[in-house]
DNA sequence: CCCGGAGTCAACCGATCGGCTGATGTCGTT
DNA sequence: AACGACATCAGCCGATCGGTTGACTCCGGG
């Protein structure tokens, strides 16, 4: 029928592995309602066939060698682009959900979701409904729920660079000297960043750090 | 030909991933010489479908939800099936790569190996021959060759226990309440986890721990 | 122009850590 | 039976850490 195919969503898969490409490709052409136009493994690649296609959405990976995701989509919604980016990625660390949507993402999933899920999420995208994992939307909730209860502030450039040399077993002194400023301002910026992130002493701090993806 | 059905491969895919099975089973069931016997989700239902399905070669994920990679392995082994296991995982961390292979994994892949890179793995794999992804097997290279040159001891399963507490901010003292015991032996233990992982303090074996996927 | 954030510094103090030496008991292996 | 790895515990010590309070500068936004 011709108001089938005018309800054909169009798609671009972008993503560093070809199983994953495979899979979503497999998965999307051979359910009615989706057709994929084509893929691309980087986000350069990414955003260069988005514009040549003009899918309705783009499934797009994070964390790609060369070209990483999150600035694709800034790209993309930089160039009023109107296709949807639907953010498919295996894990949900921190560091890379609330990049990814202040970047526009219309929505963000991660790769165990259940087939029906994904086939919902794309058709929601394609509406400009945001469609968000559950765990992700909680974590989203709680971030926003709690600016200042859970201390979820980002590091300075200096804090960060303090809590580098912690990480490898710097001590305060070492610090104060590797960075050209006294003893007591590491105290200072070590104080700071416990608070930031939440952590009583050292150790957790730079537990929270890997957690977050500050540092690794 | 005869000859050629007798030289399909048959896989069952094992992995926590719609996305990845579909990918997978839509990669080798397009290919000639590859037959895809079944799918499981974790690691337990892998088990039972190798018993059931015997296929030639079991492609298996690591980190699963209920029913870890590992385990499914060991436990595989430990049957004497004769179907050889071909890991496939995204990351390649230090934590699981030497105990997949020890627990008698054929061969190690990364999921963004290309098409025949996978393709001649699993015939590989399905001849009995070891296959490990380049990154895979430097690094194996390397630990084998440096056993105590770059002190990369296992942390015991008890140090463990304290290493996640102390990366939780955690003192001494109650680490020592949590585990029952006093905190001479919690600081004993420290000490032997800083020996191991070449870490100066607390924060250092935090950092290391992470680095090496011990932690995470 | 004033405010606030970031970065810098100081002095003090109690709590904690990390190193050291040495000891006991249990395993599994040889 | 002997051995080494692991886990447990003790006491002592100096070094380091983390908290607190207060203060100075620079810079950019309102």
Redesign the pocket.
């Known amino acids: 029928m011709a108001e089938d195919s005018a309800r054909v969503i169009t798609l671009v898969v972008v993503d560093d592995h070809p199983v994953v490409r495979d899979g979503l490709r497999g998965m999307f052409d051979s359910a009615p309602g989706f057709r994929v136009l084509g893929e691309a493994s980087n986000g350069v690649e990414g955003v260069d066939l988005v514009a040549r296609l003009d899918p309705d959405v783009v499934l797009m990976d994070l964390r790609m060698p060369g070209g990483g995701g999150v600035a694709a989509i800034a790209e993309l919604t930089g160039r009023g682009t109107r296709s949807k980016v639907l953010v498919l990625t295996t894990y949900d660390t921190d560091s890379d959900t609330l990049p990814a949507i202040e970047a526009g993402a219309t929505g963000y999933l991660l790769k165990d979701a259940p087939r029906d899920e994904l086939f919902n999420a794309v058709r929601a995208a394609a509406d400009g409904r945001t469609v968000l994992s559950p765990a992700v939307a909680s974590r989203l909730v709680s971030r926003v729920r709690a600016p200042g209860t859970a201390g979820h502030e980002a590091l ?4 960060r660079e303090v809590l580098e040399l912690v990480a490898k077993g710097t ?3 070492e610090i104060a000297a590797e ?1 050209f ?2 003893e ?2 590491v ?5 700071h960043i ?1 608070a930031k992130l939440g952590a ?3 150790a957790a701090a730079v537990a929270t750090a890997y957690e977050r993806g500050i540092l690794g």
Do not use: G
């Not at 300075?156 to 804090?159: D, F, G, N, P, V």
């Open positions: 300075s450039a200096r804090e001590s305060n002194r960075l400023i006294s007591a301002t105290k200072t910026h070590l104080t416990f009583k002493d050292r």
